[in-house]
Nanobody, 118 residues
Framework: VQLQASGGGLVQTGGSLRLSCEAS????????MGWYRQAPGKERELVAS???????NSADSVKGRFTISRDNAKNTVYLQMDDLKPEDTAVYYC?????????????WGQGTLVTVSS
């Protein structure tokens, strides 16, 4: 199983970016998918998550600015980030809890850097 994330980059304050993450491999079902981020010198934190049925959860700091969605047919999760702020600068990691023929466990993507300039 692999999680391939993409979409990071450099953007100015107030700009937008869209992150994507596709899960591939021997997958029965992807349960919860989510995005975490880790800024320099800080712990990794949950940004937003979404269940298979579409129920979402997000950090207070991104409510109203970030939107998480998924395409179950493509095993892909998206994070639309609007009105970006310098404090959103971090490496963003996608996470998926999924069932394979052998287990149910969490997988992590490789991380994509988001830099917001002031």
């Amino acid at each position: 199983v692999q999680l391939q994330a993409s979409g990071g980059g450099l953007v100015q304050t107030g700009g937008s970016l869209r992150l994507s993450c596709e899960a591939s491999g021997s997958i029965f079902v992807v349960n919860v998918m989510g995005w975490y981020r880790q800024a320099p010198g800080k712990e990794r934190e949950l940004v937003a998550s979404i269940t298979y049925s579409g129920n979402t959860n997000s950090a207070d700091s991104v409510k109203g600015r970030f939107t998480i969605s998924r395409d179950n047919a493509k095993n892909t999760v998206y994070l639309q980030m609007d009105d970006l702020k310098p404090e959103d600068t971090a490496v963003y990691y996608c996470n998926a809890n999924l069932n394979t023929p052998w287990s149910m466990r969490d997988y992590w993507g490789q991380g994509t850097l988001v830099t917001v300039s002031s």
